[in-house]
């Protein structure tokens, strides 16, 4: 991509994905959004279609594509389904902490997990331990050759069906983030156990739930990177797929216009369509400009990434751009909607339960906030 002009392949890739969203992945939206359960044949389907290879490095066997490729796919599915995007999304956040600190072999172990349709979890926040992630309680400590963990994560994508997980555990106490580690937990060794899932508000075709370790061992070979390093790797993880979440968001806000301008079309008012009105007309501009606003941050954030620049600050301003733009954007298309907006026959509820998210997970908007004004003022 040259500014906001595609190539041909990336042309190639969303018409495949807006294909894939509108045949298999919208047809499931309903019946799983309130089951509140990821249809797990769809999430194989796009896997073999390679919709979760894009970023994986491809001496490992993945595409290594850029990240802009990854926003366009991102964006392009969650127009159709964010739910079942947000799983790929967190097997994606998963494999970020291994690229970034694992050795060969466990970059191997993690794309052979993710091109073969197996889920994966990222496990930083604990009941206690959200915004302020290096609060975490949970223990990592040396024994016999490896480590043994104990504690709890907290509201974790993709639990009850992953894999492996990325847990940050504490190796040392009393010397904040520079006591955190990260390690490479396999979901069946003993100890490891999944929670309730959680019955959320939105993106429910994603679960979330708890991961209970408890005296959990893992080989020295698990470790990701150096003890101590932890912290800095999660942030890392962090900054970068902010710029994913934030093309999950802009593809709802899209959506949520899409369908508002055709219904201001037809729905009939005092004798002509609410297309008519200015008022409405108005706000159809403004889901708009704020929808074509956000996106321009998600990508210049994206090609920052591409191009090996700082992009701490534009990926947090991208995140938070892009979630509150959802939120807003939606809201307005149930205004549009009305009546019919709030019922849940019309698929338009579900874009305003589904954005909500995208203010709080992966860093709240406030905590994007902390990062754009800290990066200002440093
Ligand atoms: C559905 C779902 C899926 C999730 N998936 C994952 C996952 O896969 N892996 C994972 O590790 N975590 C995951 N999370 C956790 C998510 O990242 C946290 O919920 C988020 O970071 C906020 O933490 P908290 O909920 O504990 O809120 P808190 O940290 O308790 O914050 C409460 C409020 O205080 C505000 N606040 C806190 N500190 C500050 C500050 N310094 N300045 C300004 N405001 C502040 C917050 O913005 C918020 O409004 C998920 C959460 C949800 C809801």
């Excluded at 969203?21 to 769809?42: N, R, S, W």
């Excluded at 939606?330 to 709030?342: C, L, R």
Aim: charge should be negative; hydrophobic fraction near 45%; glycine fraction near 8%.
């Amino acid at each position: 991509m040259s500014g906001f002009v595609l190539t041909k392949d990336q042309r190639d890739l969303k018409r495949l994905a807006a294909e894939f969203g509108k045949q298999v992945m919208l047809p499931a939206a309903k019946e799983y959004d309130l089951l509140g359960e990821t249809p797990l044949e769809i999430y194989k389907q796009a896997v073999e279609i390679g919709f979760a290879s894009v970023t994986l490095p491809a001496e490992y066997g993945g595409l290594g594509l850029d990240m802009t490729t990854q926003c366009l796919l991102t964006e392009e599915l969650s127009r159709w389904e964010a739910g079942i995007t947000n799983a790929l999304g967190a097997s994606s956040l998963a494999s970020k902490p291994i690229m970034i600190a694992g050795s060969p072999a466990q970059k191997q172990y993690a794309v052979d997990m993710i091109q073969s349709g197996h889920l994966a979890a990222f496990g930083l926040t604990e009941p206690d331990a959200g915004s302020d992630a290096a609060a975490l309680k949970t223990t990592a400590v040396r024994r016999d050759g490896g480590y043994v963990l104990n504690g709890r994560k907290c509201f974790i994508t993709n639990a009850p069906y992953a894999s492996f997980f990325v847990i940050f555990a504490k190796t040392q106490k009393n010397i904040g983030t520079h006591g955190i580690t990260a390690f490479l937990v396999e979901a069946d060794r003993p100890g490891v156990s999944v929670g309730r899932h959680e019955d959320k508000m939105g993106l429910r075709l994603s679960a979330a739930a708890d991961v209970i370790l408890e005296n959990v061992f893992v080989p020295e070979e698990n470790r990701l990177g150096e003890e101590g390093k932890g912290f800095v790797i999660a942030m890392k993880t962090l900054d970068a797929s902010r710029a994913e979440v934030a093309a999950a968001a802009v593809g709802i806000a899209q959506s949520a216009l899409d369908q508002s301008v055709e219904y201001t079309k037809n729905r009939i008012c005092f004798g002509k369509p609410i297309s008519k009105l200015q008022a409405v007309q108005f706000m159809l501009a403004d889901m708009e400009i704020q929808t074509q606003a956000a996106r321009s941050l998600v990508y210049h954030a994206a090609e920052l990434i591409d191009n090996g620049l700082p992009y701490g600050l534009m990926c947090a301003a991208a995140k938070c751009m892009a979630g509150d733009t959802a939120m807003k954007v939606t809201t307005d298309a149930v205004q549009i909607f009305s009546g019919y907006g709030y019922m849940r026959d019309y698929p338009i509820e579900k874009l305003m339960r589904d954005a909500k998210l995208f203010q709080i997970f992966e860093g709240t908007n406030q905590i994007q906030r902390v990062v754009v004004s800290g990066a200002l003022l440093r």
